[in-house]
Every structure is written in structure tokens, then in C-alpha cells.
């Protein structure tokens, strides 16, 4: 009876021909997902959670939505990738797509290390009263040493997660390989639920012993999670009507989601659960998992379009994560001397970044072959022609 719903798809939804279907809502997801993180980053200069460069003043209000934002952002990116890695092998050997991933992945994660990360340690180092040189000087005495950081000078900060994502590929290239060709494919159903399970029991086990460094050599239960969550996202793209599925089921998943946190939040009022324990991990992630559906079901139902501004952002999403960071940092660090209320200096903050990426992708980046191909694009100008997979473009990269 499910099955059948699932092979009707109903007038409601995005219409498509069989194998043409474009998965837009994918690459609407991303650069939601992108943007929200410029939100977040500029949040942890106002929230006391230990940062590059902070505020004195704190924000209160934005304590909750980030912490939401913390269990959901990377989450949702990560599964987007794996989606974009089973879309990539219908075009690609295994073999070439290693190699492209090599290229968007690994070259930019490399360059950046020793071009866009070193001023965040710069500026943090001078907000520590760590360094009072200039940057040239910082740049040869402390981040050439190679001394990894904290203890040293030298960091992906927060490229770590293109660096994860690039070790997932070879790691899980042969899996991938072996279910594409495998006649045996998954249909969505209520066992989906289920998935939140894995994520809770590897956050249980292994947060106390590896706490989340993003160092990746000591950093198993948060390797673990987000390579789950790209297993996850390659065997959701292999399953027929799966996106169909989580559009009928949007609201339910949403209302759970948002009963789940009600719920949590009013047991760790009351004492009857408590941070860091297997009882947080098992709402946390069953908490992820039903927004996780809720977004996919959502983004499916009201993103399956493409207009310009989704053929540029798609473009440009990549290049401003890699770059937001950065520029956060370095603009935070002046703002946080003003006398500015605390308010005005996020705003500020933000603002500058937002724009300051624009015009560095605008006038930069997109223009010059050199620079398209350090930031992990393709070499040529950018087309207002739509992709026809979400895939092919920017999603299996971030």
C-alpha cells in the first residue's frame, strides 16, 4: 500500500520525467546551510563558548538558536554530500571521481592552510596578547614552523570539514561502488526512523573518550558521525521515491522534531536528564534526524525550482565558506574594541563579512581561471545554464 502511494506521485509535489528529474532542492539546501553557518560563526564572538576572538558583553538570545543550529548545520551538509556522491558515480568511475574530488577537495583545503587560515590564527593570537608582530613576520616565525595548533600556529580551523569530507572518499569509495552496482536498492519506510540510532549510540560511546577536536587523528565520535551522515546521504539518492517520501511526511517530522526539544529542554529543566550523558546523545540525534527529514521533505516540496540567483549562489556557496571564516575572525577583532551595544556589533560584524565575500567571489574569485581553480571550481566562467543534477555542480563538494 506504501509502495504504491510512493510510485503515485501526488499533483502536489515538483512534476518530472522519468530520468530528468533535477534536484535543485539539494542545492537549495546547501546554500541555506552555507549561510546559516555565517550566522553561527559570527554568533561565537557573542556567546562565551571559547572562541577565536570574543565579545566582553555576551548575547543571551543567541545561545539557544545556536545551539540548535550546532545539531543540525553540519549535519545537514554532510548529507547532502553523500547525495552528491551517489549522483557523481552515475557519470563517473570511481577513479575520476577520486581525482576530481582531489582537485576540489584537497587542493583548496591545502592552499587555504597556508593562505586563508593563517590570519584567523594571526588575529587570535594577537586578541590572546600571544603576538604583537605583524603578520608577514607571524606568517614566517610561527605558522612555517608547522607547529600544529592549538600548541602551535598551524590549522585548517574551519576547513576541517573539507578535510573530512575528502578522507570519506577514498574510505567509502569501494561500499560506494559495490551499492551502485548491487541490484539490491533500499525503499523508504518507517524504518528510516531508525537511522537516528547509530548517530546516538556513537555519541554516547565515544564523546566522553574523544571529545569533538575536528583534529581528525583523536577525533573519533565526530569522524564517526559525520561519516555516518554521508552514508546516509549516498543510500537516501539511491533509494527510488525517497525524496517523495519525506515531502508527504514533512509536517510530521517537523512537529516531531519541535516536540522532541520541548520535551528535552523540559527534562533538563527538571534534572531528569543532563548534558553530556547517553540521554542527551539519544534526543540530540533523534532530535537531527527528524529535522534532517523535515528540511530534505521541505526543500523537496518547495525548492525544486532553479532561478538565477540559485545558479549563482550554487557557484559562489563553495568559495564564501571557504572565506566567511576568516573574514569573521579579522573583522570581529576591530569591532570587538568599538563601544558599539553587542547587538550592533553582530550586525556589523556579519554585515561587512556578507558583503566583503561577495565582492571578493565577484571580483576575485569567478574571474580569473587561477582563482576559480584554487577555490575548487570549475576552470570555466560560470553559465546561467541550470545543472541537471544538484550534484554536478557544488553539492558533492560541500
Known sequence: MEQAALNQQPSSLPSTAAGSERYDFLDWLRVIAILVLLFYHTGMIFVGWGWHVMNEQRIDALVAPMDISH???????????????????????GAQLFRERTVRLLLPLVIGMFVIVPPQVFYERLFQDRWQGGFL????????????????????????????????????????????????????????YTLALPLAINEAVLKPLFPETHNLVRDWYIFNHYLLLTVYGYLLASMPGVWQWFAMRRHQFAIGGVSVYL???????????????????????????????????????????????????????????????????????????????????????????LVSCVLLYQLIVRRFGFTRFVFGMKRGRATDAPSAMASERGSAAV
Open 137 to 192: 613576520q607571524f606568517l614566517w616565525e610561527r605558522t612555517l614552523q608547522l607547529r600544529p595548533y592549538p600548541e602551535g600556529d598551524f590549522s585548517w580551523h574551519h576547513l576541517w570539514f573539507i578535510a573530512y569530507l575528502y578522507v570519506y572518499v577514498p574510505l567509502l569509495l569501494p561500499l560506494m561502488i559495490w551499492w551502485r552496482r548491487s541490484a539490491r536498492k533500499l525503499q523508504a519506510g518507517a524504518w528510516m
Open 71 to 93: 545539531r543540525l548545520r553540519m549535519p545537514l551538509l554532510f548529507v547532502i554530500a553523500g547525495a552528491g556522491m551517489w549522483f557523481a558515480l552515475q557519470r563517473r568511475t
Open 263 to 353: 520535551v528535552a529542554m523540559w527534562l533538563f529543566a527538571q534534572g531528569v536528564i543532563h548534558r553530556s550523558t547517553p540521554a542527551d546523545a539519544f534526543v540530540g540525534n533523534v532530535f537531527t534526524w527528524l529535522w534532517l527529514m523535515a528540511f530534505l521533505g521541505y526543500g523537496y516540496r518547495h525548492l525544486s525550482f532553479c532561478n538565477p540567483l540559485l545558479r549563482w549562489a550554487r557557484d559562489a556557496s563553495y568559495p564564501i565558506y571557504i572565506l566567511h571564516q576568516t573574514l569573521i575572525v579579522a573583522i570581529g577583532y576591530y569591532v570587538v574594541q568599538t563601544s558599539w551595544s553587542p547587538w550592533t556589533k553582530y550586525w556589523g560584524v556579519l554585515l561587512a563579512t
